[in-house]
């Protein structure tokens, strides 16, 4: 897919280079009970690619080896690789705050319905997927029958605990725009949504991440199926605030995939881009020999190329929302 896109070839994004290392964004693979056409990861019902138990436990001695703060597991649906609970509860018992990006959907399914109840006893801070508070809209993104499907999620959620105050259980949900136009301010987005889902389901959460769409994978292909590419990019490029280089996620966070590869981001991983000025995919095991330490990662050239306009274009955007 990939080589196919044209804003790969000569790139004029600002150089950038990596700060201390916080953040593992691990993929736990392709595997997802949908399949939304803003989806980046090209994740659906009928992807294999499932991070095996032996690549976990590379992921927890990584995490030990550079003094990682926070674990963010994605995929597909990360709930839905077999060894989910067992790396949740393995980095919960050394401190590691961990994120869980969850379609909402996945708790209704029949094997994951004990999810919820895990996720709350563990202490799991969910980023739920909710593109918008309007059933039309998130049906035609993610599918029919979504909308309501999350919303009963979101209600099992907030039962636990979840998004209430005080409890200490963070729920935050995801805003994507549904075409080829930047998201709108995140904060007066965000009451919107409180106020919406407060007075139709009582929902409550606790914050809205707005993010633009990267013009990668799934979503790059329909942009090019509708003639829209070109005009996506130069919105991205025209849009770009510089001030955003200083707060972008790839500064202190790397991304790892199903295979155990390392990537500058998420959107890196999705395009097979090597690490840094590496001209080779780099490996877990190559970040656990005693030569390497956090240390060494910090003031590392970060790979860039034209997509990356989208993480800064207008308010800016990273799996934490504006910047």
């Given amino acids: 897919m990939h080589d196919t896109l044209p804003y790969l070839e000569n790139s004029s994004f600002p150089p950038i280079t990596r700060n201390q290392l916080e953040v593992l964004q691990v993929n736990l693979g392709y595997l997802c009970n949908l399949s939304c056409t803003h989806c980046h990861v090209n994740a659906g019902p009928n992807r294999t690619e499932l991070m095996e138990k032996s690549t976990i436990d590379q992921i927890l001695a990584f995490i030990d080896f550079h003094h990682i703060k926070t674990l963010d597991l994605t995929g597909g649906a990360p709930e839905m690789n077999p060894f989910f609970k067992y790396l949740v509860e393995a980095a919960i018992k050394k401190g590691v705050k961990v994120i869980d990006r969850c379609n909402l959907t996945i708790?209704?399914?029949?094997?994951?319905?004990?999810?919820?109840?895990?996720?709350?006893?563990?202490?799991?801070?969910?980023?739920a997927s909710l593109p918008c508070y309007q059933e039309d809209n998130v049906d035609k993104q993610r599918g029919k029958g979504t909308f309501n499907a999350s919303i009963a999620a979101l209600q099992k959620l907030n039962s636990l605990g979840y998004g209430q105050p005080d409890s200490g259980l963070i729920l935050n949900l995801v805003f994507n725009p549904q075409g080829a136009t930047l998201p709108p301010e995140q904060k007066a987005l965000e009451l919107s949504?409180?106020?919406?889902?407060?007075?139709?389901?009582?929902?409550?959460?606790?914050?809205?991440?707005?993010?633009?769409?990267?013009?990668i994978q799934r979503f790059g292909s329909v942009l090019i199926s509708k003639g829209e590419f070109d005009q996506y990019m130069q919105l991205l490029q025209d849009s770009f605030q510089p001030q955003n280089l200083q707060q972008l996620m790839c500064k202190n966070t790397l991304s790892i995939d199903w295979q155990g590869f390392v990537y500058d981001c998420d959107f890196n991983q999705m395009l097979q881009l090597p690490l840094g000025n590496a001209t080779q995919k780099t490996h877990l095991s190559d970040l656990l020999k005693p030569s390497s330490t956090g240390q060494t990662l910090a003031g590392q050239t970060i790979k860039t190329l034209q997509h990356c306009y989208g993480c800064t274009a207008g308010q800016g955007s990273s799996c934490g929302g504006a910047l």
């Fill in 193 to 215: 949504y409180k106020e919406h889902l407060k007075a139709q389901f009582n929902i409550v959460f606790n914050h809205l991440f707005a993010m633009t769409n990267l013009p």
């Fill in 107 to 127: 708790l209704l399914e029949p094997d994951y319905l004990e999810l919820p109840e895990f996720l709350a006893s563990n202490g799991v801070e969910i980023v």
